[in-house]
């Protein structure tokens, strides 16, 4: 994936958080305070604003989103983002483009960043196992393989292994058990970005 390519798929991930933000401000008001689709919506719309004047190279296309969701006021997962797309820009020099490896190695970088951020660990029922299943799953993968397929693929299999699990932090934690049966909703969020791509 290079500069241009990234910037393509940076389009359809802010359509497609436009898109689902209705449904995912409906499954965090089931365990949170119902405002994740807003800030999605926010950060989309401050992202595809921000495309026009983005640079052509990895790490500055990284910042600049990351400076356009750190604009987005809301739910900590913006701020998680923006963290997320810094930690990007700080680990892309000096690739032009993001062979399956390098991808695999970012989101395996980005999980342990966003830990540390957040305080969240892997098996909590967040983002966080989401993006740690598509990581190993394209560390897996064949070069020559469909890597958004696996993406996809491997965001549902997430969601689904964690669906009849416990909440385990943030604002959803209160509702531990309740939350049993009720999709997480930034894993959710997690499963739309992939399938954007």
Known sequence: MDATQLKAALRRWADAMTAAAPELNALDGRLG??????????CAANVRAALPGMPDTLDGIFKDAAQA???ASGSSFGTLLAVAFLGAA??????AALTRADLAE?????VQTLSARG??????KTMLDSLDAIARALQAAADD???RA??????AAALADYRDRPNRIGRARMFAEKSRGLEDPG??????MAESL
């Open 33 to 42: 305070d119902g405002d994740l689709g807003a800030t999605l919506e926010k």
């Open 69 to 71: 969701c750190a604009k």
């Open 90 to 95: 700080k680990w892309a020099p000096p690739r």
């Open 106 to 110: 970012l989101l395996a970088q980005s």
């Open 119 to 124: 305080g969240a660990a892997l098996g909590d």
């Open 145 to 147: 393989d469909d890597l």
């Open 150 to 155: 696996q993406a996809r693929r491997a965001a």
């Open 187 to 192: 894993m959710v969020a997690v499963l739309r």
